[in-house]
């Protein structure tokens, strides 16, 4: 029910005025009104709640003039305010404050306040620009997005994002600072109730309860043509226009990193990061958007943290946590209930969370990175997803556990086995694979990195899972062999044995074309391991590559470039870590994790200030682990010590990763070159000279020149990491 309160001078300072007084540091250097400014002030069609206007405190370069047909309630104090111009784009406005209502509003220096209806209990910058606004309100216990309650609410009042699924059970508290590492590390331990408590604890600690909250609106930000900005907090240098309704958010943005918001948005309780675009139509609620990200034409973002550098438009995305450099462009496509770990990319038609099969809406889509399903590709809860699977077009009508990374998933029908090929990516996608890691490096457009992002397709995590693939493979070729094989089968030898006779088996016979069964892959009909020898095979080599990388990158920033004795010496002394996590786009030990858990529970981490600081020493030290890390997948390829490595070994190491590294260049090379050579290619033009026109020319190609020049660069340094064991 609309309540009527009746204004006079007694009861401003018993409502409104003492509820939301500005603080001392507003009122520094003002003064109340001199009787020639409230003459002026009343000939200019202006009003105040106060007859006296002792409601209303200005600065000492004041002129009344530039106020007309105003009403001020409550509190009213403005800053500077000088004939002069604000200017941008096209729009230019004459400073000062016309046809609007303030209540209880703080403005700073130069600013223009025109046409907005309604603007109550803010705190406003300099050289800002509010021009035709229908509301723009404050409550005293707006929270700005974040997870917290104000004296006297009720806990269902609290916001959550309710990430990864659908039932709530990976619920989230937003945050101003929260990063998707912290998204992940919350939404993933659910089995730890102090650890989630203490989440809890410490993202309320630096949040007052006290119900005295105003809007801010910082310096040089502009808002025009908005019909709504309810409980905002909206940082320096945004420029929205036509947003249609903004409530409980907070927008950050900088003068390095402006954000904007545009036409017909809908943004409701959520966070959205530094030098990140919403625009046309899009809807956000219970959220957290990343920096560097846009949000467009219509896309539906609901519970549901955005990573980084990540583009979305058109789709549905509900109860998602996604990592950075995510990519989604189509209207037919939507993700709902899915972990996916970055660098991923979402097809026209892809429904991730069609559908569920349990009686609750529980069901999960588990990805790491790389993830990349077909056109027209829908998959059933749970599924999980290795690094880097691409998904050829198909329904998947029973649950996947997809663990070979860069490999190729393909269906044959709703009745029958998948087929996975392993190592796909390295024998004919490597031209992808060469780019990814320079492309997503030139899309990362922050000024300030706060989330770390591994971008290398061949890292500690990815490399993790392909010696899991190989120790895989060998198992099933022996189960193969036991099978087919009457000379392996009649074999008496221990398991041990027979493992290694299956490893032997896949070196000498890298041209089979023996079909392996993984019954693990799919509910109820399993895998079809298609060109088994030859993925284990490449696995290896691309192992060796990313260790041989490793370790030169290692030598030549710690004064040498050869991997001698006293060198492989240091690296060993170095801690093991073999369990990696991608948190947020970050690689971590799972270990030191388990120590941030465990600080965490005892109240020696107490911020997420802290939290972010252990990610930035697990960054530092990242170079050094992967190094270490790298000696160890080269002894566990070896099955020894890298100390008992002979000539022989180096010789076998050097020749495959030489290899790896020619073929990245050359396998590039060769694909572009089918988009000038292939007849297909060239039939929607009408000469030679017209396609060059469109696609350039090869040679011009700025990718394949800078890769040309590091795999000089990297084979020069490989046969100096070398030269001394030989």
């Given at each position: 029910?609309?309540?009527?309160?009746?204004?006079?001078?007694?009861?401003?300072?018993?409502?409104?005025?003492?509820?939301?007084?500005?603080?001392?540091?507003?009122?520094?250097?003002?003064?109340?009104?001199?009787?020639?400014?409230?003459?002026?002030?009343?000939?200019?069609?202006?009003?105040s709640?106060?007859?006296?206007?002792?409601?209303?405190?200005?600065?000492?370069?004041?002129?009344?003039?530039?106020?007309?047909?105003?009403?001020?309630?409550?509190?009213?104090?403005?800053?500077?305010?000088?004939?002069?111009?604000?200017?941008?784009?096209?729009?230019?406005?004459?400073?000062?404050?016309?046809?609007?209502?303030?209540?209880?509003?703080v403005?700073?220096?130069?600013?223009?306040?025109?046409?907005?209806?309604?603007?109550?209990?803010?705190?406003?910058?300099?050289?800002?620009?509010?021009?035709?606004?229908?509301?723009?309100?404050c409550?005293?216990?707006?929270?700005?997005?974040?997870?917290?309650?104000?004296?006297?609410?009720?806990?269902?009042?609290?916001?959550?994002?309710?990430?990864?699924?659908?039932?709530?059970?990976?619920?989230?508290?937003?945050?101003?600072?929260?990063?998707?590492?912290?998204?992940?590390?919350?939404?993933?331990?659910?089995?730890?109730?102090?650890?989630?408590?203490?989440?809890?604890?410490?993202?309320?600690?630096?949040?007052?309860?006290?119900?005295?909250?105003?809007?801010?609106?910082?310096?040089?930000?502009i808002?025009?043509?908005?019909?709504?900005?309810?409980?905002?907090?909206?940082?320096?240098a945004?420029?929205?226009?036509?947003?249609?309704?903004?409530?409980?958010?907070?927008v950050?943005?900088?003068?390095?990193?402006?954000?904007?918001?545009?036409?017909?948005?809908?943004m409701?309780?959520?966070?959205?990061?530094?030098?990140?675009?919403?625009?046309?139509?899009?809807?956000?609620?219970?959220?957290?958007?990343?920096?560097?990200?846009?949000?467009?034409?219509?896309?539906?973002?609901?519970?549901?943290?955005?990573?980084?550098?990540s583009?979305?438009?058109?789709?549905?995305?509900?109860?998602?946590?996604?990592?950075?450099?995510?990519?989604?462009?189509?209207?037919?496509?939507?993700?709902?209930?899915?972990?996916?770990?970055?660098?991923?990319?979402?097809?026209?038609?892809?429904?991730?969370?069609?559908?569920?099969?349990?009686?609750?809406?529980?069901?999960?889509?588990?990805?790491?990175?790389?993830?990349?399903?077909?056109?027209?590709?829908?998959?059933?809860?749970?599924s999980?997803?290795?690094?880097f699977?691409?998904?050829?077009?198909?329904?998947?009508?029973?649950?996947?556990?997809?663990?070979?990374?860069?490999?190729?998933?393909?269906?044959?029908?709703?009745?029958?086995?998948?087929?996975?090929?392993?190592?796909?990516?390295?024998?004919?996608?490597?031209?992808?694979?060469?780019?990814?890691?320079?492309?997503?490096?030139?899309?990362?457009?922050?000024?300030?990195?706060?989330?770390?992002?591994?971008?290398?397709?061949?890292?500690?995590?990815?490399?993790?899972?392909?010696?899991?693939?190989?120790?895989?493979?060998?198992?099933?070729?022996?189960?193969?062999?036991?099978?087919?094989?009457?000379?392996?089968?009649?074999?008496?030898?221990?398991?041990?044995?027979?493992?290694?006779?299956?490893?032997?088996?896949?070196?000498?016979?890298?041209?089979?074309?023996?079909?392996?069964?993984?019954?693990?892959?799919?509910?109820?009909?399993?895998?079809?391991?298609i060109?088994?020898?030859?993925?284990?095979?490449?696995?290896?080599?691309?192992?060796?590559?990313?260790?041989?990388?490793?370790?030169?990158a290692?030598?030549?920033?710690?004064?040498?470039?050869?991997?001698?004795?006293?060198?492989?010496?240091?690296?060993?002394?170095?801690?093991?870590?073999?369990?990696?996590?991608?948190?947020?786009?970050?690689?971590?030990?799972?270990?030191?994790?388990?120590?941030?858990?465990?600080?965490?529970?005892?109240?020696?981490?107490?911020?997420w200030?802290?939290?972010?600081?252990?990610?930035?020493?697990?960054?530092?030290?990242?170079?050094?682990?992967?190094?270490?890390?790298?000696?160890?997948?080269?002894?566990?390829?070896?099955?020894?010590?890298?100390?008992?490595?002979?000539?022989?070994?180096?010789?076998?190491?050097?020749?495959?990763?030489?290899?790896?590294?020619?073929?990245?260049?050359?396998?590039?090379?060769?694909?572009?070159?089918?988009?000038?050579?292939?007849?297909?290619?060239?039939?929607?033009?009408?000469?030679?000279?017209?396609m060059?026109?469109?696609?350039?020319?090869?040679?011009?190609?700025?990718?394949?020149?800078?890769?040309?020049?590091?795999?000089?660069?990297?084979?020069?340094?490989?046969?100096?990491?070398?030269?001394?064991?030989?």
């Amino acid at each position: 029910m609309i309540s009527v309160e009746k204004i006079t001078p007694e009861s401003i300072a018993s409502s409104d005025a003492a509820r939301y007084f500005p603080a001392k540091e507003h009122m520094a250097g003002k003064r109340r009104l001199t009787a020639t400014e409230k003459e002026i002030l009343i000939q200019n069609r202006n009003r105040s709640s106060d007859p006296e206007w002792n409601n209303v405190y200005v600065s000492e370069e004041f002129d009344p003039a530039l106020l007309c047909n105003t009403e001020f309630q409550g509190v009213v104090v403005l800053g500077r305010l000088t004939p002069s111009t604000l200017k941008y784009h096209d729009l230019i406005l004459r400073t000062g404050v016309y046809n609007s209502l303030l209540r209880n509003v703080v403005v700073g220096d130069d600013c223009v306040i025109r046409n907005v209806r309604y603007l109550k209990n803010y705190r406003i910058g300099n050289r800002v620009i509010l021009f035709n606004i229908q509301e723009m309100s404050c409550t005293n216990h707006c929270k700005f997005g974040n997870g917290v309650l104000k004296d006297g609410e009720a806990e269902d009042d609290r916001i959550w994002i309710g990430v990864a699924n659908e039932n709530d059970g990976r619920s989230i508290l937003p945050f101003e600072s929260m990063i998707p590492a912290d998204a992940y590390i919350w939404s993933r331990n659910r089995g730890d109730a102090e650890l989630m408590n203490r989440f809890k604890a410490i993202t309320e600690k630096p949040f007052s309860t006290a119900r005295n909250t105003f809007g801010i609106v910082e310096d040089d930000v502009i808002i025009k043509n908005t019909t709504l900005i309810k409980d905002a907090k909206i940082c320096s240098a945004t420029y929205i226009k036509g947003a249609f309704k903004l409530k409980n958010i907070t927008v950050l943005s900088s003068e390095a990193e402006p954000s904007q918001i545009g036409e017909g948005v809908e943004m409701v309780n959520g966070i959205m990061g530094y030098g990140s675009k919403v625009f046309y139509q899009a809807v956000a609620v219970r959220f957290i958007i990343g920096r560097n990200c846009q949000l467009k034409y219509g896309a539906r973002l609901l519970n549901t943290v955005l990573g980084d550098n990540s583009t979305v438009s058109c789709c549905e995305l509900l109860n998602n946590l996604i990592f950075p450099f995510h990519e989604q462009h189509h209207n037919s496509s939507f993700l709902i209930a899915a972990t996916v770990m970055g660098q991923s990319n979402i097809a026209s038609g892809a429904t991730i969370g069609s559908n569920h099969n349990s009686r609750s809406p529980d069901g999960e889509i588990y990805a790491e990175r790389g993830f990349w399903p077909g056109l027209c590709s829908d998959f059933k809860h749970n599924s999980r997803f290795a690094a880097f699977s691409l998904i050829a077009k198909g329904s998947y009508q029973s649950e996947l556990n997809i663990t070979y990374p860069f490999s190729l998933v393909s269906s044959n029908g709703p009745d029958e086995p998948i087929t996975i090929m392993p190592a796909y990516w390295f024998r004919h996608n490597m031209f992808a694979m060469a780019r990814n890691n320079s492309k997503f490096l030139k899309r990362d457009k922050r000024k300030v990195k706060v989330q770390h992002i591994e971008t290398d397709p061949l890292a500690p995590d990815t490399v993790q899972e392909i010696l899991a693939s190989l120790d895989r493979i060998i198992t099933l070729t022996k189960r193969w062999l036991m099978e087919h094989d009457a000379w392996f089968a009649n074999k008496t030898d221990s398991t041990d044995n027979l493992y290694q006779l299956a490893k032997d088996y896949l070196h000498h016979n890298v041209n089979s074309d023996i079909i392996l069964e993984d019954n693990q892959c799919m509910k109820r009909y399993g895998a079809r391991i298609i060109n088994a020898a030859q993925g284990y095979k490449e696995y290896r080599k691309v192992a060796k590559y990313f260790a041989c990388k490793t370790l030169a990158a290692w030598c030549s920033t710690h004064g040498g470039q050869e991997l001698a004795q006293i060198t492989l010496t240091e690296i060993t002394d170095i801690p093991l870590f073999t369990d990696w996590v991608n948190v947020g786009g970050q690689i971590i030990p799972q270990e030191k994790l388990n120590e941030l858990f465990a600080a965490i529970k005892a109240g020696t981490v107490d911020s997420w200030d802290q939290v972010h600081a252990f990610y930035d020493d697990c960054q530092q030290n990242y170079d050094a682990w992967k190094a270490r890390y790298a000696v160890y997948v080269m002894e566990q390829l070896y099955s020894r010590t890298m100390a008992e490595f002979t000539a022989d070994i180096y010789r076998d190491i050097y020749t495959d990763v030489i290899a790896v590294s020619n073929y990245m260049y050359e396998s590039s090379i060769s694909s572009r070159q089918k988009d000038y050579t292939d007849y297909f290619r060239s039939i929607t033009y009408e000469n030679e000279e017209e396609m060059l026109a469109v696609v350039g020319r090869l040679e011009d190609n700025s990718f394949l020149k800078e890769l040309k020049r590091d795999t000089e660069r990297f084979n020069l340094e490989l046969e100096t990491l070398f030269a001394s064991v030989l």
